[in-house]
């Protein structure tokens, strides 16, 4: 088999709001963490067990950066498939440093808001649809600022 596949999917609470630089030739990215707990009952004790990871989440591309500035918060429940890279980064020590974080960018690219506008969900993607936009429930509007030209990847809320 050749080829070979780098896809992440997580389900989380963002621990922070999302924050969004720019760059010189105009693009953006937004970056947010998100933690994703999981809880049992410790066979020995009985006792309820929790252990939380957090997982850095980049988007580029402008229509998704868009989206998440506007909706997304410190609390926001998300559902997030990407890709995982790692960079390589030297401290204000010349001390090289790396940051491994998923990334959204490009086909496959994937942010579901589950706790998403009025309380329902609904799909836009890059405008593979009517108009780029699916309707979920019937008490959800598309907000103006979502382009239809979405920049290769899918945004669903």
């Not at 979502?146 to 945004?155: A, G, M, R, T, Y």
Request: aromatic share 8%; charged share 20%; proline share 3%.
């Amino acid at each position: 088999m050749s080829g070979s596949v780098n896809k992440c999917i997580f389900i989380g609470n963002l621990g922070r709001d999302p924050e969004v630089r720019s760059f010189q030739n105009g693009g953006q990215a937004c970056s947010f963490s998100i933690a994703c707990s999981e809880s049992w009952k410790d066979r020995n004790t009985g006792e309820r067990k929790e252990k939380t990871e957090w997982v850095n989440i980049t988007i580029f591309g402008e229509g998704l950066v868009r989206v998440a500035q506007q909706y997304l918060r410190k609390g926001s429940k998300v559902y997030i498939e990407g890709k995982l890279q790692t960079r390589k980064w030297q401290d204000q020590n010349g001390q090289d440093r790396y940051s491994t974080e998923v990334v959204l960018q490009g086909p496959g690219s994937q942010l579901v808001m589950l706790d998403g506008p009025n309380g329902g969900q609904a799909q836009a993607n890059n405008g593979a649809q009517q108009g780029g936009y699916n309707q979920g429930q019937q008490n959800f509007q598309a907000p103006a600022a979502v382009p239809h030209n979405l920049d290769e990847s899918e945004i669903l809320f």
